[in-house]
């Protein structure tokens, strides 16, 4: 009798496990919201906490210092501006010091956040976004140009607005995006912004083009009632938690090109709390957070059958009304932490950090763990975004004293040739490249020059290599630390110059057999 054996699965996050952080690194006495509304009513980077918070009249919520924990003063200053609830909030990925609000007032509000310690309420935003004439229940950051918000109203609208402008109050949106006959209940970006998929009360996920509002794909699926959609980064699928038809919690995976079916579906009990999907596309792995319990289940992606391979499941007493997430450059490396969630759990008032660690017995920094992942500067204007250029994020290691990952504002320069970071990227998507950033075969024999970056630039524009590591303006190192840290970034730079280099000559290779094939083809070879 042949024996049975399971298919095993190699997998370094295999043993991944939450810790929830200890009582007085818990943020304790926050006023936590009581709204229904479904969002996550929580906001973190790597120097605050924002969260949306019960107030008599108006909206408003509070933004903490990250390293506040323990007790909070009652009469901690407010960030209160809006004349109706708060029902999303989110940091600018670009500036730790910037926030955007969307309240039942009907309005979206920029603020500008002290660096110094709060003493008192903030009531006039930096910028007032006026363009809904319902409430407006969901904002989102477009990912790599700087200064594009996305806004979505009950009156059935998606808003784009370019906030590089001097005016304080914008009343007219650059597009009004106008392909939902409902609520929009969720939006999501994939790696570059050049696609936004949303789901919406009508049951579908949409598929659209940012930019010009083209439905792309629809998907109405009968039997999953969609309300989150995630993109999995670059692995050109969807995700998306919901409802079966016996009203049973589910999840389903969807190819990006084909929505007429999803590639799986599951269902995971008959809780009714909503499911808050995450995404790390560094590790793939997809948290599934559930409100009103206080699980966190956990998955692997694969590119491949069955593309969802379950790992574990974080488990907790205390329910979650809301869910906060720090990006990955304010995760404590040291400790091998790969994702930390700020769980929200208002019948006791409290924000309960949540870290997912990789257990390693080294204390050194763990390469194959951290690759490297989106750092804190744009890789477009909003203008250059808004006449139709795509670009993937710009990179960073999170290997500590490796260079840029702090997140101020920094003077975009126009740049004439690709950063290795984009190249990289665009390599990294199964080997194609946008159409817009193809090279003609005319341009392939100089694509060697590219990398003589130094001679090509103007004399007044500074090289800036794709680590955020810039060799004119760098000081040369006065200590043996300083020396070493130089010595990796240099390291690293040439690897990924190592790697351009062989990609290029793959590429030449191919184009060369093309050429053979085409002169066989025509019989004058």
Not at 39 to 50: D, E, G, L, Q, S
Not at 99 to 107: F, K, Q, R, V, Y
Not at 307 to 326: A, C, D, T, V
Not at 496 to 503: C, G, I, K, P, S
Request: hydrophobic fraction near 35%; charged fraction near 25%; charge should be positive.
């Amino acid at each position: 009798m042949m024996s049975w054996h399971p298919q095993y699965r190699s997998s370094k996050f295999r043993h991944v496990y939450g810790k929830a952080a200890s009582k007085e690194k818990c943020y304790d006495c926050v006023p936590i919201t009581r709204n229904v509304h479904d969002n996550h009513f929580c906001a973190v980077n790597p120097h605050f906490i924002a969260v949306v918070t019960e107030c008599a009249g108006g909206g408003a919520f509070l933004v903490i210092p990250i390293h506040q924990t323990g007790k909070l003063d009652p009469h901690y200053p407010k960030i209160c501006g809006h004349k109706g609830n708060v029902l999303d909030i989110k940091w600018n990925p670009f500036n730790d010091f910037v926030i955007a609000s969307c309240s039942e007032d009907a309005t979206v509000k920029i603020w500008d956040i002290p660096k110094q310690l709060l003493t008192r309420n903030i009531t006039s935003p930096k910028k007032e976004l006026l363009g809904h004439v319902r409430r407006v229940g969901l904002i989102e950051w477009h990912p790599t140009a700087n200064n594009i918000l996305f806004s979505s109203g009950y009156d059935y609208k998606i808003m784009v607005w370019n906030l590089d402008t001097k005016e304080a109050v914008i009343s007219n949106p650059v597009k009004i995006l106008d392909a939902h006959k409902d609520v929009v209940l969720s939006m999501s970006f994939n790696t570059d912004g050049s696609l936004l998929a949303t789901a919406c009360r009508d049951r579908k996920i949409r598929l659209i083009d940012p930019r010009s509002g083209t439905v792309l794909q629809e998907a109405s699926y009968k039997s999953h009632r969609v309300n989150k959609v995630l993109f999995l980064g670059n692995m050109k699928k969807l995700f998306s938690t919901g409802t079966s038809r016996w009203n049973n919690r589910q999840i389903a995976l969807w190819d990006q090109n084909d929505l007429s079916v999803p590639l799986l579906e599951e269902d995971l009990d008959g809780s009714s709390g909503l499911l808050f999907p995450f995404y790390d596309s560094d590790t793939h792995m997809l948290y599934v957070v559930g409100k009103g319990d206080g699980n966190i289940r956990y998955y692997e992606i694969s590119p491949e059958k069955p593309y969802l391979n379950y790992l574990m499941e974080y488990r907790s007493p205390l329910p979650q009304k809301g869910i906060g997430m720090m990006p990955k450059r304010g995760l404590e490396v040291s400790a091998c932490e790969i994702f930390r969630f700020y769980k929200l759990i208002p019948t006791k008032s409290l924000i309960e950090p949540i870290s997912m660690i990789v257990p390693r017995r080294s204390e050194s920094y763990q390469e194959d763990i951290y690759p490297l992942t989106t750092g804190a500067q744009p890789a477009l204007t909003a203008q250059e975004w808004l006449n139709g250029v795509n670009k993937g994020p710009l990179l960073v290691s999170l290997r500590p004293g490796s260079g840029a990952v702090n997140s101020l504002p920094q003077f975009l320069e126009p740049e004439p040739l690709m950063k290795a970071t984009d190249l990289n990227q665009h390599q990294g998507r199964g080997g194609r490249m946008p159409l817009d950033d193809m090279q003609k075969p005319s341009e392939i024999k100089d694509s060697r020059k590219q990398l003589k970056v130094e001679e090509k630039l103007p004399k007044n524009e500074p090289m800036r290599l794709s680590n955020g590591f810039d060799i004119f303006e760098c000081p040369p190192p006065k200590t043996e630390n300083e020396l070493l840290q130089m010595f990796y970034r240099q390291q690293e730079e040439i690897r990924r110059l190592r790697e351009l280099v062989n990609q290029r000559d793959v590429q030449i290779k191919q184009l060369e057999l093309e050429l053979r094939n085409l002169c066989m083809n025509t019989g004058s070879y």
